[in-house]
């Protein structure tokens, strides 16, 4: 089963900035089978990256999925106040999931 | 418009057997590509996923649960079932149902979760 790891666990920001969000699987994975959430407080989680890269249907370009292997990054070019939440990385095989434990977005 | 609801019971009893039902539209389980998964998220805590169950009724089950698990899936009724066996406080949390649609993967579709408490 593989095991993906966030960091860091908090990360402190001011509107405007850029911030980068690692996950890093404990084993090589296909690029295709990852995935970026975010969440809010009392709200489900939203589906930003697929397949690593590609974007899901209404996410601003302002978020990026970069990566391929162990090593992947969700990129926020320039923070707005709607960013500032929590966010998963996802592996979906084909047989088992697994999440990270998240990186909260907050403002500094 | 694809929407997912759960249902179930808010509060069980340690040792009881929680039963929960994820109503959906907008799609059909029967549909090549399907799959519904049941995550759950402990207050202030990570999302675990628990179990899917795809468009050919293949199930998977999360290793460490699998003991305690059952997914089924009703295609007339547009629903999928989910039951946990021997219940404990820890297992306190917002149950998800939601939906992923190959070939892209991801979870695009999430119901607004529903939080069971175990409590004697």
């Known amino acids: 089963e593989v095991v993906l790891t966030q960091s860091p666990g908090t990360l402190s920001l001011s509107p405007g900035e850029r911030a980068a969000l690692s996950c890093r699987a404990s084993?090589?994975?296909?690029?295709?089978?990852l995935a970026w959430y975010q969440q809010k407080p009392g709200r489900a989680p939203r589906l930003l990256i697929y397949g690593a890269s590609s974007r899901a249907t209404g996410i601003p370009d302002r978020f990026s999925g970069s990566g391929s292997g162990t090593d992947f990054t969700l990129s926020i070019s320039r923070l707005e106040p709607e960013d500032f939440a929590v966010y998963f990385c996802?592996?979906?095989?084909?047989?088992?999931?697994?999440f990270g434990q998240g990186t909260k977005v907050e403002i500094k | 418009q694809v929407t997912l609801k759960e249902s179930g019971p808010a509060l069980v009893k340690p040792t009881q057997t929680l039963t929960l039902t994820c109503t959906f539209s907008g799609f059909s389980l029967s549909t090549s590509g399907m799959r519904v998964s049941w995550i759950r998220q402990p207050p202030g805590k990570a999302l675990e996923w628990l179990a899917r169950i795809d468009w050919d009724d293949d199930k998977f089950y999360s290793t460490s649960l699998k003991t305690r698990l059952t997914i089924s899936k009703d295609t007339s009724k547009n629903q999928v079932v989910l039951t946990m066996t021997n219940m404990d406080p820890v297992d306190t949390a917002t149950y998800y149902c939601?939906?992923?649609?190959?070939?892209?993967?991801?979870?695009?579709?999430w119901g607004q979760g529903t939080l069971v408490t175990v409590s004697s």
């Open positions: 084993e090589s994975v296909t690029s295709s089978y």
């Open positions: 996802q592996h979906y095989g084909n047989s088992l999931y697994t």
């Open positions: 939601a939906r992923m649609r190959l070939p892209q993967g991801g979870f695009d579709y």
